[in-house]
Structures are given as structure tokens and as C-alpha cells.
């Protein structure tokens, strides 16, 4: 998801999470990618019903309400959203015994895959949130010499896109044939499998325009052998960022090597975010009237325009990282948050008060 739609989903889950039931009167409905939006239909008709039994009049009549707002808002699409679709309705009256219902129809930017449906005294965001988290993908290969299983890390999710079997046998004796023979036979149909599995890697790969980094998992020696004589290509090479030993290649053994991973992959965001402080304070430094810091700069530099990156340090809170995105949105600058786990970091805003930008000209 670009800025704009990323800053527009966090608008519209703070409007969300801002709201309390005063009973278990607001209704989350989720439907994921790819499912049948009809077979929703029939689902919340029937939860209509069953609302039927509520005891409490007030929320009886406000979850009934809810459900037949989001079942008309529903019959308006006739497949569901490539990225599925998000709804939520409830009463948002502040005053007791009267009844507002609001209904919020969310088309996420990337897929969701949640089916859901749930009333409670809040909506539920936390699948919305995730969305949000990260717009990286890592790729990963769990390899031995019989399997091997590619798949994708987004976010949280672990995603399986092919497996692939080698046909090599295991470790017997090869009967009637003699030993260097079969281990002739076995090592050029383990070739040909290292082949096979880097073309697919490049097929999937290659051009992956989010693609963040490969992790590389499997018994020793088989992953090392794959990534010296399997043929992948140097691109994809130079993208491994971990291999690391593991038991299984199957989606088990996907889930360890990305449990396996976590310090690599947070190492790689240190080292993103390092880059772009160099970058500021090297231009700070060198070039001076391209680079700004202090909110009144900031904000100078961004209602006129200027401004291509802004930083951001994550020790501001949230609503004024909010405001400063939203400004640079409008003028198609890039935001990137800067932690305070590093001593760049701390520094940054230390010096900055937690906020500078690159310029694409000078202020006068």
C-alpha cells in the first residue's frame, strides 16, 4: 500500500477503535479474499435471528439494526473485493435509549485474511492493524535433498507458493547397482532438483518489486550445496540474508526458519534505518540548506513543498506522526520512522526533537 492509503486505513481504524458499546451492540463482520460474499449473506441473515433472543430491548434492537445495515451494504457488491472487505456497524448515539447506527464499509489495500463475525462493546481492528504493520516481504526456501517448500513472510503471515520433490532416494542401498554408480545416479538427480528449485525461486522472485531479503533454511549440508551449485541466479543470491539449520522443509519447517530469523530480519531494519540517518545528517553536515530539523522547519519545508523524505522519530506520539504524515502525503514526500533502539536513533532525536527532513530545494 502507498502513503495516502496507508495514512487513510490508520484514520479509519482510530475512528473505529474510538468507539464503545454500551453493550455488546457493535457488530465486526470480515470477508476474506476470494470468499464467497453470498454465502456472508446467509450467514448474518440467519445471526439476525438468532439476535432475536437478546434479552436487553436496547441492544436487541441496535444489533438487529447493525446486522440489517451491513446485510444491505453487502447486496451492493456483487462478488467480494479483491482484498476482501471490512464492516462494521453499531450504535454510536452518546445518549442513552436513543439509537445512531453508523455503518463503516472498508475495502483493505492489501488482502485480508480474516473471516469473522463478532459483537462486542468494541470493533475489532487488531486484522486491520496487521495490515498495516509492514509492506515488505521476505522470500523463503526450506530445502534437503527429497523437498523443498518456497513461500513468502508478509507481515505475520507465512504464506506457502510451491513445493517442489526431488525423486532422490533416501539413505539405502541401492540394490544390484554398485555404490559409485547409485551415487552417480543420486547426485545428478539432486542437480537437476537444485535446477528446478532455482528456477522456481526465480519465476517467484525475481521480479518481487517488495521483496526484502531471501531466508534460507534446511540440514547441513543440503542448503549450502543448493546455494553453491543450484544455479540462483546472482540477484536472488545477494538477497539471502540468513541460512540458518533446520529439521523440516515442509510449512512447519517455513514457520521455524522464520522463528529462527527474527534477529537477522530486525538486523536488516536497523541497517535501513542507519543508511537514511547517515544520509540526513551527512547532508546536514555538508549541505545544509538541504536538510531541516525542528517541527517550525519541518513544517516550513513542507508547506512549501520542499520536502522529499521527513523523518520521524517513533518517540513522538502518535497523533503528531498522524499530522506530519498527512502533510506529506500531499506533496508526495516519503515518511520514514526512526526507532529509538539504536544510538542513531537516539541521537536523531536528541538533535532533532524528533522530526527533519531532506530537501528537494532550499528554503530562501
Known sequence: MDDKQKLQLEEEIEELESIRGRHTELVTVMIP?????????????????????????????AVADSLERII???????????????????????NEGTQDIKLWAIEPPKPLNVRMYRCDQTFV????????????VYGLLA??????????????????????TSGVP?????????????HRVTEGLAKEFFRRVAEAMKEIFFDMPRLKGILVGGPIPTKEEFLVEGDLVTKLKEKVIAVKDIGYVDEHGLRLLVESSQEDIA????????KILEEFFNTLGKNPDK????????????????????????????HEIAAIEKKAINISAHVILISTETDEGVQFYNITKGVGAILRFALE
Open 72 to 94: 444491505r451494504e453487502i447486496k451492493n457488491y456483487k462478488k467480494t473485493p479483491d482484498n476482501g472487505l471490512a464492516l462494521y456497524a453499531g450504535n454510536v448515539s452518546e
Open 33 to 61: 479474499a476470494g470468499f464467497n460474499i453470498h454465502v456472508i449473506t446467509k450467514q448474518l441473515e440467519a445471526e439476525k435471528s438468532t439476535a432475536a433472543n437478546i434479552k436487553s430491548k436496547q441492544t436487541r434492537t
Open 125 to 136: 481492528t487488531e486484522p486491520l492493524r496487521e495490515l498495516l504493520q509492514t509492506d515488505e
Open 170 to 182: 533416501g539413505k539405502i542401498k541401492a540394490g544390484g547397482q554398485s555404490s559409485q554408480r547409485f
Open 291 to 318: 536538510a531541516v530539523y525542528g517541527e517550525e522547519k519541518v513544517n516550513k519545508a513542507l508547506e512549501r513543498g520542499a520536502a522529499e523524505k521527513i523523518l520521524i522519530s517513533t518517540k513522538l506520539n502518535k
Open 267 to 274: 538486523e536488516q531494519e536497523i541497517i535501513k534505518e542507519k
Open 143 to 164: 530445502i534437503d535433498r527429497q523437498e523443498a517448500t518456497i513461500g513468502t513472510l508478509e507481515g505475520k503471515q507465512i504464506k506457502v507458493i510451491r513445493k517442489l
